[in-house]
C-alpha cells in the first residue's frame, strides 16, 4: 500500500506546477483521495478532494479558482494543478486515500514559489 507524490519544485510567483499522486496497493477507484499541505510551523491543512463517483470536488477557499484537482483511475493517479501561485503556497504537500477502513498518507512533495 503505498501513495508517492511527485512534481514539485521552485516555481516563481505567478506560475504553475502540477502534482502527481501515483497509487498502488489497493483498490484507488474505491477510495476519495485528497491533497494536504503543511507549511513550516504549521499544521497540515486541507486543499482539495476528489471523493470520486462523479461528485463535485471540494477545494479550501484559498485555492478556489487557482487549482484543480482531478484522477485518473486507470493510471491510479491523482493530480494536483495548480495556477497563480502565490509564496503563501510554499509547503510539503501531501496526499491521502481515504475510504471506510483504511487512512493512507504519502511522504508529500516539496513546494517553493519565491522570485
Known amino acids: 500500500v503505498q501513495l508517492v507524490e511527485s512534481g514539485g519544485g521552485l516555481v516563481q510567483p505567478g506560475g504553475s506546477l502540477r502534482l502527481s499522486c501515483a497509487a498502488s496497493?489497493?483498490?484507488?477507484?474505491?477510495?476519495?483521495m485528497s491533497w494536504y499541505r503543511q507549511a513550516p510551523g504549521k499544521e497540515r491543512e486541507f486543499v482539495a478532494a476528489?471523493?470520486?463517483?462523479?461528485?463535485?470536488?471540494d477545494y479550501a477557499d484559498f485555492v478556489k479558482g487557482r487549482f484543480t484537482i482531478n484522477r485518473d483511475n486507470a493510471k491510479n493517479t491523482v493530480y494536483l494543478h495548480m495556477n497563480s501561485l502565490k509564496p503563501e503556497d510554499t509547503a510539503v504537500y501531501y496526499c491521502n486515500a481515504n475510504s471506510w477502513v483504511d487512512n493512507i498518507w504519502g511522504r508529500g512533495t516539496q513546494v517553493t514559489v519565491s522570485s
Open positions: 476528489d471523493t470520486g463517483g462523479g461528485g463535485t470536488p
Open positions: 496497493g489497493f483498490t484507488f477507484s474505491s477510495y476519495a
